[in-house]
């Protein structure tokens, strides 16, 4: 099955700074990755989320990059802001079936 | 704008006992899921539903069991609860002609 591994586990950025946080997976046949927000005490929030023809996709702030030769996608926040600080999921799966989580990358955006 | 609901925020249950998770949408999702969230660990997939009466294992389904009798309902079971199922759990539908999946407000059972 599909192994989608995310780093770093934990990061911390001066407000301001970029922020960027890796996925790898292991399934060529997936072809569908988003990202999720979750902010403490809620629920996850797809913040942005690509397909595998596409290379790139772009939202204000918010980037993600996807390479499938190599089998990594990322998401790139800049000009970080305090309320950027939450806990971050990327997901690997094929259209219309279930999706496999990373572990969650958990962004600290410090004044 | 989709509505996830779930039965309970907070639950407390004594080992052995059997436990009744309930998702609920408003709409008419053929796709739901339940996943179960611990520190470290991420989002694993416990079970997860096509249609009616349709279901099928996720990563981590011992001990759990689901129910799907009616479309909008989705129950996660857990037969004699173990202290080892003391968690978050999440449902999740995805949404008709879309990949996106949207998440209930999520339970924290404990189990003592």
């Known amino acids: 099955g599909e192994n989608v591994e995310q780093h770093p586990s934990t990061l911390s950025v001066q407000e301001g700074d970029s922020a960027v946080i890796k996925c790898t997976y292991s399934?060529?046949?997936?072809?569908?990755f988003p990202w999720y927000k979750q902010e403490l005490g809620k629920r996850p929030q797809l913040i942005i989320d690509?397909?595998?023809?596409?290379g790139e996709k772009k939202d204000q702030r918010i980037a993600v990059t996807l390479n499938k030769t190599a089998k990594h996608f990322s998401l790139h926040i800049t000009e970080t802001q305090p309320e950027d600080s939450a806990v971050y999921f990327c997901?690997?799966?094929?259209?219309?079936?279930?999706?496999?989580f990373g572990k969650g990358t958990s962004l600290l955006v410090t004044p | 704008d989709v509505k996830v609901t779930q039965s309970s925020r907070y639950l407390v249950k004594r080992t052995g006992e059997k436990v009744f998770l309930e998702c609920v949408q408003d709409?008419?999702?053929?796709?739901m899921f339940w996943y179960r969230q611990d520190p470290g660990l991420g989002l694993r997939l416990i079970y997860f539903?096509?249609?009616?009466?349709?279901?099928e294992k996720g990563d981590i389904p011992e001990g759990y069991s689901v129910s799907r009798e009616k479309k909008e309902r989705f129950s996660l079971i857990l037969e004699s609860a173990s202290t080892n199922q003391t968690s978050m759990y999440l449902c999740?539908?995805?949404?008709?002609?879309?990949?996106?999946?949207?998440f209930g407000p999520g339970t924290r059972l404990t189990v003592l």
């Open positions: 999740a539908i995805r949404t008709r002609f879309t990949d996106t999946q949207y």
């Open positions: 399934d060529s046949a997936s072809n569908y």
């Open positions: 690509i397909r595998s023809n596409v």
């Open positions: 997901a690997a799966g094929n259209s219309g079936y279930a999706l496999n």
């Open positions: 709409m008419d999702h053929e796709n």
């Open positions: 539903s096509y249609d009616v009466k349709m279901k």
